[in-house]
């Protein structure tokens, strides 16, 4: 797992994708234990960053935030999760 201290940047998530008998299946190095399955490609794609959150934040105590990287609609396997925390220090204070 990336050696980052999460609670004061941000981490980036490799997500590796497979098919196999018919199914869609995510994995991550980053994230030991880490399997996400689904027929559809789309719904892997839809449910990733949930997962992703779920089980980081259930491991770390970390509320954080999960975005793609990707840039087109090709699938890429980077992901960044952002601590909350960091995020309310970027975004300004409502005035």
Known sequence: MNNLNEK?????????????????????????????????????????PEAIRILYSSRHKVDCKVVSLKKDKDPNPW??????SVIDSLVPAAA
């Open 8 to 48: 004061a940047s941000g981490v980036l998530i490799t997500i590796n994708f497979e098919e196999k008998d018919g199914w869609h299946i995510a994995t991550s190095p980053d994230l030991p234990g880490f399997i996400l399955a689904d027929p559809k490609f789309d719904e892997i794609i839809d449910d990733l």
């Open 79 to 84: 992901w960044a999760l952002l601590p909350l």
